[in-house]
């Protein structure tokens, strides 16, 4: 705060209230009697006069949501003071993993229990991936052809519109165990087709991954 001071009869007090961090002006009040709400205060000297500027802690606004919106749920959110701990905690439901929590398409944990001292407005996503248990495999069993094969390839398979497709990572691995990932259609269809031209004639595996777990590995054989 500054402007106070002693004054002659007459003159022009000017105070001013400049809030620290986290704070916020209130008013000045005099006796208990608000006289301004504005930060610059001035008024005409004609007696002595004692001043509070008076200032509130701010609050922040901590929410979050789960994303696919049925991968689980989310406790913690809410209104915090600034240089508050929000503590943030995201249960999977069932046939789901949680992976992350992102801010703006960034992570900013891997934790489930994601806890930082509030300084700002916050809106976090929590990430969950859906699992695929043996028994579904068992039920979705894939098809590979034509093996061998001298151009295209294509995998069949139900898993691919029981579950969103983007979550499927393709991966072609050569006799010296080089690693190809292999890029696809990324529409739902319950087929995949791999363009096999640009591989040499060989055995090659193809590895099928969800959510970084094996569900697949197959022997390709590629023809001239």
Request: glycine letters at 6%.
């Amino acid at each position: 705060m500054t402007g106070a001071g002693t004054y002659d009869y007459g003159q022009t007090a000017s105070l001013t209230a400049t809030a620290e961090t986290g704070y916020v002006f209130a008013n000045w009040t005099e006796n208990g009697t608000q006289v301004s709400t504005n930060t610059n205060y001035s008024f005409t000297v004609t007696e002595n006069r004692t001043l509070i500027a008076n200032f509130e802690i701010q609050t922040f606004n901590i929410s979050a949501s789960s994303n696919p919106s049925n991968g689980g749920t989310i406790t913690g959110t809410g209104t915090y003071d600034y240089g508050a701990t929000a503590s943030l905690t995201a249960t999977a439901e069932t046939n789901y993993d949680f992976v992350n929590w992102t801010e703006n398409g960034t992570q900013v944990s891997a934790n489930a229990n994601y806890s930082f001292t509030v300084t700002d407005n916050r809106t976090l996503v929590a990430n969950f991936d859906e699992t695929i248990s043996v028994n579904q495999l068992e039920r979705n069993s894939f098809q590979i052809y034509p093996n061998p094969t001298s151009a295209n390839l294509y995998v069949k398979s139900n898993l691919f519109t029981e579950y969103n497709s983007k979550a499927y990572k393709l991966y072609l691995i050569d006799y010296l165990g080089r690693e190809f990932k292999i890029n696809y259609n990324r529409e739902v269809s319950d087929v995949i087709q791999i363009d096999m031209n640009s591989f040499g004639s060989g055995v090659y595996y193809l590895k099928i991954m969800n959510n970084n777990k094996l569900i697949g590995s197959f022997e390709i054989i590629k023809i001239d």
